[in-house]
């Protein structure tokens, strides 16, 4: 795992794992196997690469993980970074037809105000760099 001095430098982060091979999806393949965010910040991302290797590595041909961290620019009163993970979360169900594989909640989620955000090209082409 690598971690880059911007993700320490900020607390509310939102993060991916990553595969070494593409999992098959309804919609199509993509390497994206969690969309994740935290408070606490690149020490939660740890603890989480950690408790998720267990699960992930259990997958047909996968044999790495990555964790990539993304950030947003804060807003007063509004948790920008729990926006982003509902937006990517999202837009990967709308690409995918389904949630990634080890996230539990979102399958039922409907998009509020993420928009007001977040563009949805922005967002689908911050999941494209990581598929």
């Known amino acids: 795992m ?6 320490n430098t900020s607390k509310r982060l939102v993060y991916v794992a ?3 091979k593409p999992h098959k999806y309804p919609y199509g393949r993509s390497r994206i196997l969690y969309i994740g965010s935290t408070k606490k910040g690149a020490s939660r991302v740890a ?7 267990r699960e992930l590595l259990k997958e047909h041909g996968v044999t ?3 964790f990539y961290t993304l950030r947003c620019p804060g807003r007063q009163h509004v948790k ?3 926006k982003l993970e509902r937006g990517l ?3 990967f169900r709308e690409r995918f037809g ?5 996230n539990k909640q979102g399958k039922r989620m409907k998009w509020t105000d993420e ?5 949805r090209s922005r967002l689908s082409s911050a999941l494209e760099k990581y598929s």
């Open 64 to 66: 790495t993980l990555e």
């Open 47 to 53: 603890a989480s690469a950690a408790a998720k290797a």
């Open 80 to 82: 920008t970074w729990m």
């Open 89 to 91: 979360l999202l837009v």
């Open 98 to 102: 389904v949630i990634p594989t080890a």
């Open 115 to 119: 928009l007001s955000f977040f563009t």
């Open 2 to 7: 690598i971690i880059h001095r911007r993700a």
């Open 18 to 20: 990553v595969a070494n």
